[in-house]
């Protein structure tokens, strides 16, 4: 019989903000109300969530076009001011390395130094409108950073260290920053890098710079002579820049996408207060880095009067134990993470629920490719039963999620909990017509705050109008191959764009992979769609676990395991073995770019890899000729 893996206590329920919220509503009638009335529902979220700012009379204008509709026009607020307004001693962010244990910095100490770095960027002439920049590892010299050039207006992007030199200028340099701030150097896996040499050999393309400052010296140099300076907050359009995001630019130079201060601030309180369930004084953490738009997610939390837990390094340093460690450590209450570390932890053999306490998590959030059902299974059994588990999905794109966390409703295997509020999400099939218990495309009909005010450096709008819209005209258009569940749940399957399609019957990517990964011998795997004799084959990539060699047998168990759990389409043609997959920053594997390999195309930007090097191993392979 159908059962839910885990449903909220009545006590659960009843203290939920989002109970609150919907006023004896009922979950799927407040999500309608807020698809159908979307002024009457980002008026009273603006309210609930304690925008710091002027409302304005007019909520929404142009609610027809799609782009072109605006939310707030008339509004103004600071994202910084937000993000600072609490005081005191309690604490504000909670910092931990591999090596290091957590240290706390109060929200006295953040106004403080975030007042501090503003003046040196405003004595450095820098304005609204005007561009800093960030090469930096996950630490409070970041949070500082971002708030202080929020509080002026000045536009944050940013970029973490393992990104190479070209990488960075990429991205940076299309957006022409007046000011860096960068480390020298930076730890991961029990290893000492330096940056310094990276960092000269940026600079030195970057002629817009007129002031760098990298490590702890300079930082002090610069932010130091400033301290005791007040805390000021200019009051800003709702849909003043605040950050430049960037796409993943495996299939060019990455696209810059603008994000405005009031989109996104009021989207991520409606996503933590609503789908997540943060309250004032929680310890909210998610392991990021800077060059993943869940990193500009937790910066927000700040302004549910949470406390975020930042972690600078490896996640398996010393082990896979290390952040249900610092959970115990600092009382963690959601503990944000990627499908791959919660795969990881299963393979590695870990039970976080025999070995720690985790009393005080309540959330467990999981992103960055879809969640399967096992993985559903393992937290579950393995890490805490009483957890609400929210597999989200969005992206930089909307720097938000479509679908996420419900923790006032059970949580089904395999499925994302819900359409988050205000979002008028559907299936479309490729003639453009609503399916539900079908597969199909994600698209959102409607508009929302959250939505790009624009890319750089793109005046007509064509580049943003081609991104999103082009597909179905007026409708955004995200890339996801997804479907509708009876209980009116979301699964994923994978990128539109890496969907196979053998003798004309599309396959998500991810229905290959939670059958391949279930398998003990098999570490990662990746799957293609090879042109073959006038159609499509199914090629899959399998980096075992060491010491393990692919053979007949093996090839055999992994086709047996498709062929039992899915259909006998899902079946490679070709199974290979390769030393290593390789993925993206944010550590999302690259189809598309091992697919260019195969048919022979170049592989157009190499520096948006954690690691190009692996893509070799897939060139002229003998048997996939």
């Known amino acids: 019989m159908d059962a839910p893996l885990w449903r909220p206590s009545d006590e659960r329920i009843a203290r939920a903000n989002l109970t609150r919220l919907a006023g004896g509503q009922s979950f799927p009638e407040l999500y309608r109300s807020s698809i159908a009335r979307p002024d009457e529902f980002w008026r009273a979220m603006w309210e609930f969530g304690g925008v710091r700012g002027e409302m304005g009379t007019r909520i929404a204008i142009d609610l027809d076009r799609l782009p072109g509709a605006r939310f707030f026009p008339d509004a103004t607020l600071n994202f910084a001011d937000n993000c600072l307004r609490q005081d005191g001693d309690g604490p504000a962010i909670v910092h931990a390395t591999e090596t290091e244990g957590p240290r706390t910095i109060s929200w006295r100490e953040l106004r403080a130094e975030v007042a501090a770095c503003a003046a040196a960027l405003r004595a450095e002439g820098v304005a609204a409108g005007d561009r800093v920049a960030a090469y930096l590892p996950n630490t409070p010299r970041a949070i500082v950073a971002v708030l202080a050039a929020a509080s002026i207006g000045a536009v944050w992007s940013s970029c973490s260290p ?8 990429d991205r940076f340099g299309q957006i022409e920053p007046r000011v860096l701030v960068a480390a020298d150097g930076y730890g991961y896996g029990g290893k000492r890098f330096d940056l310094r040499a990276k960092v000269r050999d940026v600079v030195a393309r970057l002629p817009t710079l007129q002031r760098v400052v990298v490590g702890d010296e300079e930082w002090e140099a610069f932010v130091g002579p400033h301290r005791g300076a007040p805390l000021a907050f200019a009051p800003l359009p709702f849909n003043h820049p605040l950050y430049v995001l960037y796409s993943s630019g495996t299939t060019g130079v990455p696209k810059c996408i603008v994000h405005g201060a009031g989109g996104t601030l009021i989207e991520h309180l409606k996503e933590h207060q609503l789908h997540c369930d943060i309250h004032a004084g929680d310890r909210v953490f998610y392991f990021t880095t800077l060059g993943w738009m869940m990193w500009n997610w937790l910066v927000t939390v700040l302004a ?17 134990n290390r952040l249900f460690s610092l959970a115990d450590e600092i009382g963690m209450t959601l503990f944000g993470t990627s499908a791959k570390f919660i795969d990881a932890v299963a393979k590695a053999g870990l039970r976080p629920r025999e070995t720690h306490s985790l009393a005080t998590l309540r959330t467990m959030t999981s992103t960055g490719s879809p969640l399967v059902p096992e993985s559903f299974d393992f937290v579950y059994e393995h890490v805490k039963a009483d957890l609400h588990l929210a597999s989200i999905s969005g992206g930089t794109d909307i720097v938000g999620c479509f679908v996420g966390g419900n923790p006032t409703a059970p949580v089904w295997r395999g499925e994302i909990q819900c359409r988050t509020l205000g979002m008028a999400v559907e299936v479309w099939n490729e003639h453009g017509a609503p399916v539900r218990e079908e597969k199909g495309e994600l698209v959102c009909t409607k508009p929302f705050p959250s939505m790009p005010i624009g890319f750089w450096n793109d005046p007509d709008g064509r580049k943003y109008h081609a991104a999103y819209f082009e597909r179905f005209p007026g409708v955004w258009t995200h890339g996801d191959y997804c479907e ?55 090629v899959l990539f399998v980096k075992l676990r060491e010491g393990i060699a692919l ?8 086709r047996g395991q498709i062929r039992a759990n899915a259909t006998p389409r899902h079946v490679p043609a070709r199974i290979v073995q390769v030393a290593d997959i390789p993925r993206t920053k944010s550590g999302k594997i690259v189809e598309l770019a091992v697919r260019d390999v195969v048919h022979g195309r170049p592989v157009r930007n190499r520096e948006a890899l954690a690691n190009p090097d692996a893509l070799e191993q897939f060139r002229d392979r003998p048997e996939l000729a």
Do not use: C, K
């Open 162 to 169: 393992d990104f190479g030199v070209q990488g960075v200028l």
């Open 484 to 538: 509708l569940t009876t209980h009116d749940g979301v699964i994923i399957y994978g990128r539109s764009d890496a969907v196979l399609n053998p003798g004309g019957v599309r396959i998500g990517t991810a229905e290959i992979y939670r059958q391949v990964e279930q398998l003990p011998e098999v570490a990662e795997s990746l799957v293609i769609g090879q042109r073959w004799q006038g159609d499509e084959r199914i």
């Open 304 to 320: 549910s009067a949470a406390t975020i837990v930042l972690y600078d390094g490896s996640p398996f340093h010393p082990d896979g």
């Open 551 to 558: 053979d007949d047998a093996l090839i055999d168990r992994i």
